[in-house]
């Protein structure tokens, strides 16, 4: 699967969040599912409404943690993908 690094991301209602430990613990209501992600996937996570593209996020996380664009791109792409897959993530 591939998104367009322009296409809008949304969270999924019914997704609670619980930050221990430098970890990120998602819990799908709906599926009682946990998705277990690192500091830098919570703050992907947690940024999300105010970034909702790819793009966007990846500027974001360049920015604050002075990785190279195209390393970030890739990387987030691939979260991304993961999160969508788990159904914590729809794309519009």
């Given at each position: 699967?591939?998104?367009?690094?322009?296409?809008?991301?949304?969270?999924?209602?019914?997704?609670?969040?619980?930050?221990?430990?430098?970890?990120?613990?998602?819990?799908?209501?709906?599926?009682h599912?946990?998705?277990?992600?690192?500091?830098?996937?919570?703050?992907?996570?947690?940024?999300?409404?105010?970034?909702?593209?790819?793009?966007?996020?990846?500027?974001?996380?360049?920015?604050v943690?002075?990785?190279?664009?195209?390393?970030?791109?890739?990387?987030?792409?691939a979260?991304?993908?993961?999160?969508?897959?788990?159904?914590?993530?729809?794309?519009?």
């Amino acid at each position: 699967m591939t998104i367009l690094a322009g296409q809008t991301l949304l969270r999924r209602e019914n997704i609670e969040t619980a930050e221990l430990d430098g970890e990120w613990l998602l819990l799908n209501i709906d599926t009682h599912a946990i998705t277990k992600v690192n500091e830098l996937g919570g703050f992907i996570w947690s940024i999300l409404p105010e970034y909702p593209t790819i793009t966007e996020l990846a500027e974001k996380v360049h920015t604050v943690y002075g990785v190279e664009i195209e390393v970030v791109l890739d990387d987030i792409q691939a979260f991304v993908e993961t999160l969508i897959e788990a159904g914590l993530l729809i794309h519009a």
